[in-house]
């Protein structure tokens, strides 16, 4: 295979991978990290404000009763769906508009709360929510909602986590029934969601099929899940003890009586959790991408029947423990991407050896192989094109050159897309340098800028023999650079060092390579031997003198 159409299939593939292969939607906006706020204004042009809570992960819309009539997961970590203009209101157009981004709740409420007295569709007594506060540092944005109707006070007392997909509810209902629903529906563009209860000390979930409606007693968890991919979405509620934003974990025993928690399942187009809550109740609610490293890191993955990684993701799996154990020792997370890269670099080196020494003989051949192509340009018949093809073969033999050596390439690469996804996915709790957030772009394009020169100079040390092919392949790389400027910093700090290394290590082969073939095709006199030596000799004494 040669280098330029590696390189070509190389492009390719990667923007079906980084585009989530061809899906839809819109493209990502460059600009800094956004700093997570809780936002007061009229979003829905009814009377009235609305409360949204902003993010790099999500913008999630209240209205006064605590009610989300607006879910939006993004797509790109980072992009600002929201903007201020310039007389200080806020523009929700992008939000409202732009096809591609999901309103997971799809025109109808979550949280909302339902029983004898308490109807969503009905006016109630309302208040502007107090305790809106946000604190960066602590990982939340807090908010609580109070209204009344049918003579029953409900407060919600709402606690979003802005790096992670979950949201804490604490719900009080005083002056009404014992027990109350709350609704969670869901996914928006899903018009077939998976829906599925656990129940505690279960063997396996139970599935609403179709548009069917099921009921789970005492529940360990309820989801209502798209097939697991970048831009699949999901919604999954289980009980918790303690207070809303403490250390809760999951209900595991037999709870008291009147406390066990029932979730009624809708599957279809208008799939709905409805779950069976006491008074006062606490709720964990993860809102957001069905993506293994999103899951893994809310602590969702160890839920039986949940979600089932495939061979990719267990492999990232292996990565993000990893990054965790190294976390523990080094305590920066942009330094754990600087040994994690060394280390696997150092794992492939052999497989990287390999290819290497073939691109590197390849480079080398490329002037002898230019001449039989010019020397058979003209010449078309089948005799002619034999004779080409025999001088190839003699040159590759000549040349010890291998041409399978090149898939050697994509051996790597399941190790490679597992970790590209694993670092994309991740949300880290710290910047590194310069860089506020390693979790989305480098607001300052500094990374993309290292980007393009490094793998330039990669270009040209694989193609340094042949200036053309520089040339051709150098244009791939301003597609490249689009990526680089919407890559999350800690996937470009990666590819830049592990670049680094590639050439570096490429370097080192070159030399290897030229020194190995420089005496290939080179005529060298042989020395006589000493009879011919001797014979020679004779001739010139006995010859007559003129």
């Known amino acids: 295979m040669k280098t330029r159409h590696l390189l070509s299939l190389t492009a390719v593939a990667a923007a079906l991978l980084l585009t989530g292969c061809g899906t839809t939607g819109p493209l990502p906006t460059f600009g800094k990290a956004i700093t997570p706020e809780w936002i007061t204004a009229d979003f829905d042009g009814t009377p009235g404000d609305e409360y949204i809570a902003t993010s790099n992960l999500q913008d999630v819309v209240f209205n006064t009763r605590g009610e989300v009539i607006g879910w939006y997961v993004k797509g790109y970590a980072g992009t600002p769906y929201i903007k201020r203009r310039g007389d200080g209101t806020w523009d929700f157009s992008a939000l409202k508009d732009q096809k591609g981004i999901v309103n997971m709740v799809a025109g109808r409420k979550a949280l909302a709360v339902q029983a004898e007295g308490l109807n969503p569709a009905q006016p109630a007594q309302t208040s502007a929510p107090t305790g809106l506060t946000t604190d960066v540092a602590a990982n ?186 190294l976390y523990k020792a080094i305590g920066n997370w942009g330094l754990v991407l600087v040994v994690l890269t060394v280390l696997l670099r150092a794992v492939m080196w052999p497989l990287m050896q390999a290819q290497g020494r073939t691109t590197a003989r390849m480079q080398v051949m490329q002037p002898k192989i230019k001449e039989i192509q010019e020397k058979y340009k003209e010449r078309k018949d089948m005799d002619s094109q034999r004779a080409m093809q025999a001088e190839m073969a003699q040159l590759y033999r000549d040349y010890n050159f291998n041409p399978a050596g090149c898939f050697s390439t994509f051996i790597p690469f399941p190790v490679l897309i597992a970790l590209w996804s694993t670092i994309r996915n991740f949300e880290f709790d710290s910047g590194f340098l310069w860089l506020p957030d390693l979790a989305v772009p480098d607001p300052f394009y500094i990374l993309a800028v290292i980007y393009l020169i490094v793998n330039v100079g990669q270009l040209y040390v694989m193609t340094r023999k042949n200036p053309d092919m520089f040339r051709q392949q150098a244009m791939i790389y301003i597609i490249f650079l689009y990526f680089a400027l919407t890559f999350p910093a800690g996937v470009t700090i990666y590819i830049i060092l592990s670049t680094l290394i590639g050439i570096v290590q490429q370097v080192i082969i070159n030399k290897q390579v030229e020194r190995e073939t420089a005496t290939i095709g080179v005529k060298v006199e042989k020395t006589p031997s000493r009879q011919v030596a001797r014979a020679n000799a004779a001739k010139t004494i006995d010859a007559p003198k003129k």
């Open 140 to 325: 939340r944005q807090d908010a609580v909602f109070r209204y009344t109707q049918g003579g029953a006070t409900v407060t919600k007392t709402v606690t979003l986590h802005p790096r992670s997909f979950k949201i804490d509810l604490k719900t009080e209902v005083t002056g009404g029934p014992e027990r109350v629903n709350i609704l969670f529906p869901g996914l928006g563009k899903a018009d077939n969601p998976r829906v599925q209860g656990y129940s505690v000390g279960g063997t396996q979930p139970a599935t609403a099929q179709g548009t069917a409606t099921l009921t789970v007693e005492n529940i360990q968890y309820a989801a209502l899940q798209e097939n697991p991919s970048q831009v699949a979405h999901a919604l999954i509620i289980r009980p918790q003890t303690g207070t809303a934003g403490s250390a809760a974990t999951p209900a595991s025993a037999a709870p008291a009586a009147g406390q066990a928690i029932s979730a009624t399942l809708t599957g279809g187009a208008q799939g709905l959790i409805s779950a069976s809550v006491p008074a006062s109740s606490n709720l964990e609610i993860y809102g957001g991408k069905n993506e293994l490293i999103h899951l893994y890191q809310s602590g969702y993955t160890t839920l039986p029947g949940l979600f089932k990684p495939n061979f990719f993701g267990d492999i990232s799996l292996y990565i993000v423990k990893l990054m965790e154990t």
